[in-house]
């Protein structure tokens, strides 16, 4: 009985060996796959949602393949001024999330001390609907669900203007307010919404118009938009959309974010960009 006892005694501090083991060695990995190298200049950068991650991942591809000595970590969160926030209390290093009109409007309201070091992208607003197939279906005083936060809600006006549903009293300006709608001809209710929530509600309303990233993140596609705004980079009118890379005034030419920059400006970067987001982004860089 007691050889018994003692063999399973045995056998058990074996197993726990191994299990150790085997728990020291994944922890091992964790790090070397999370952990920069020694040598390696490690930049954390702040996203909004995650449908930007594959990018990134070319990004990472590229520095790797010019042996740059960077790693990039990145940092998601649900709200852009979020990652405002985190960028100027130096909790994140760039944030790459937001385009012109953003960061101007969020600079001026919170006193930021950024600046642009790249651009990435250019992403269409465009009007997606649960119920219709076509702006036409759009009947009289409906419901449409719109961004709250000031920047998208003056561009995504300009998106129901562009879409024949409303005028405007200066077609040409960058952030339009309700009151700016001179034309309602079908008397639609606009309700302000916040940007990622528009998705989930997208059933109670006749149409909604939301960011790209929310989106893809939602499963959808943006084909499944009832209407898409032409996205031309050489018009005036779209350069406050394009998204940038930002970084804090001070470190603006810190040699690490140049190297970074460049390797985000490059075709195989681009092609990246093409290829996962099938149009719904454009690359917004000569490379």
Not at 122 to 149: C, F, M, T, W
Not at 156 to 161: D, E, G, M, Q, Y
């Amino acid at each position: 009985m007691s050889t018994r006892r003692t063999r399973a005694k045995r056998e058990l501090a074996a197993v726990s060996v191994v299990i150790l083991v085997v728990a020291v060695l994944m922890g091992l990995a964790y790090i070397k796959v999370n952990q920069p190298e020694r040598g390696q200049r490690e930049i954390s950068i702040g996203l909004v949602g995650d449908a930007d991650e594959e990018i990134w991942k070319a990004v990472q591809h590229e520095l790797d393949q010019r042996r740059a000595g960077i790693k990039i970590k990145l940092r998601s969160f649900q709200y852009g001024r979020y990652a405002n926030q985190a960028l100027s209390n130096g909790e994140i290093d760039l944030n790459a999330f937001q385009h012109y009109a953003f960061l101007e409007q969020e600079s001026k309201q919170h006193g930021y001390r950024f600046a642009a070091i790249g651009d990435t992208y250019i992403s269409p607003l465009n009007l997606y609907s649960k119920k219709y197939r076509s702006v036409d279906q759009i009947g009289h005083g409906e419901r449409l669900a719109i961004p709250s936060d000031p920047i998208d809600l003056g561009r995504s006006l300009k998106v129901l203007a562009s879409a024949g549903l409303i005028g405007l009293r200066d077609p040409k300006a960058t952030t339009p307010v309700p009151e700016d709608i001179v034309d309602n001809p079908r008397g639609l209710v606009l309700d302000q919404v916040d940007p990622p929530g528009i998705v989930k509600v997208l059933p109670d309303y006749a149409a909604g118009i939301t960011n790209t990233n929310f989106i893809l993140d939602a499963g959808m596609k943006i084909q499944d938009a009832i209407y898409q705004v032409p996205g031309d980079l050489k018009s005036p009118a779209n350069h406050p959309y394009v998204n940038i890379i930002v970084a804090r005034q001070a470190d603006k030419n810190d040699p690490a974010y140049t190297a970074l920059v460049s390797a985000y400006h490059s075709r195989y970067v681009a092609d990246a960009i093409n290829r996962y987001y099938r149009g719904a982004a454009v690359p917004a860089f000569s490379y």
